[in-house]
């Protein structure tokens, strides 16, 4: 079993920054994919960035330039750095691990921007 353990999520005005961090632990095997969800209410999961088995990263496009994601291999951990955070990045942020076999997703961490 492998378990995902989310923080570092709270409230913070427009403008400010958050720190996530997601720590693995378990029979985790292989890391294929390991990064950060986001789901707004009433609105679909989307990926916000990740880390790729290749070593690359990805960003949505809304969050290039503000946020940056990093990783501690040795710890299985894995952090999302917010920076310039707006209102609309407001949502419930979950980490998900793939490694090859199966996909597993953290409990969440609610962001909340709002002045």
């Known amino acids: 079993q492998v378990q995902l353990v989310e923080s570092g999520g709270g409230l913070v005005q427009p403008g400010g920054s958050l720190k996530l961090s997601c720590a693995a632990s378990?029979?985790?095997?292989?890391?294929?994919?390991m990064g950060w969800y986001r789901q707004a209410p009433g609105k679909q999961r989307e990926l916000v960035a990740e880390?790729?088995?290749?070593?690359?990263?990805n960003y949505a496009d809304s969050v290039k330039d503000r946020f940056t994601i990093s990783r501690d291999n040795a710890k299985n951990t894995i952090n999302l750095q917010m920076n310039s955070l707006k209102p609309e990045d407001t949502a419930v942020y979950y980490c998900?691990?793939?490694?090859?076999?199966?996909?597993?997703w953290g409990q969440g961490t609610q962001v909340t921007v709002s002045s």
């Open positions: 378990g029979n985790i095997g292989s890391i294929y994919t």
């Open positions: 998900k691990l793939y490694n090859g076999f199966w996909v597993w």
């Open positions: 880390f790729t088995r290749g070593g690359s990263t």
